[in-house]
Nanobody, 124 residues
Framework: QVQLVESGGGLVQAGGSLRLSCVVS????????MGWFRQASGKEREFVGS????????KYANSAKERFAISRGNDRNTVYLQMNSLKPEDTAVYYC?????????????????WGQGTQVTVSS
C-alpha cells in the first residue's frame, strides 16, 4: 500500500519561506510523477505544481511561478515544495499526490495517491 506523508507546514509571516516535504512509502517512488495541491477553507482543491520522475520536468500554477519550486530526492523517496515570498492568500492545507501515469499534469483526477495534508498559514 502506498503512503504519502507531508510535513513542514506551519505559521509564517508574509514574505517568509517554508519548505514542505512528502515522504512516499510502499512502492518504487522513482516511478511516480508527483504533485502538490492546496485547498483553502471553503474553496476547491487546486493545483500548485508537478514534477516528473527524473526531476527535469516541472509544471506550476500561475500563482506558484517565480515563488515556489518543486524538487525530489529519489534516494530519499521524498518530494519537496520550497515556498518563498509567501502571501496570506497562500494559506491552505497543502497535499502531496502521486500518479503512476506518464507526464506532469495539473489535473487532480490524474493522481492515484494522496497524503493527508499539512496546514500552511501565512499571517499579514
Amino acid at each position: 500500500q502506498v503512503q504519502l506523508v507531508e510535513s513542514g507546514g506551519g505559521l509564517v509571516q508574509a514574505g517568509g519561506s517554508l519548505r514542505l516535504s512528502c515522504v512516499v512509502s510502499g512502492r518504487t517512488f522513482s516511478n511516480y510523477v508527483m504533485g502538490w495541491f492546496r485547498q483553502a477553507s471553503g474553496k476547491e482543491r487546486e493545483f500548485v505544481g508537478s514534477i516528473n520522475w527524473s526531476g527535469r520536468v516541472t509544471k506550476y500554477a500561475n500563482s506558484a511561478k517565480e515563488r515556489f519550486a518543486i524538487s525530489r530526492g529519489n534516494d530519499r523517496n521524498t518530494v519537496y515544495l520550497q515556498m518563498n515570498s509567501l502571501k496570506p492568500e497562500d494559506t491552505a492545507v497543502y497535499y502531496c499526490a502521486g500518479r503512476t501515469g506518464v507526464g506532469v499534469t495539473d489535473q487532480r483526477r490524474e493522481y492515484d495517491y494522496w497524503g493527508q495534508g499539512t496546514q500552511v498559514t501565512v499571517s499579514s
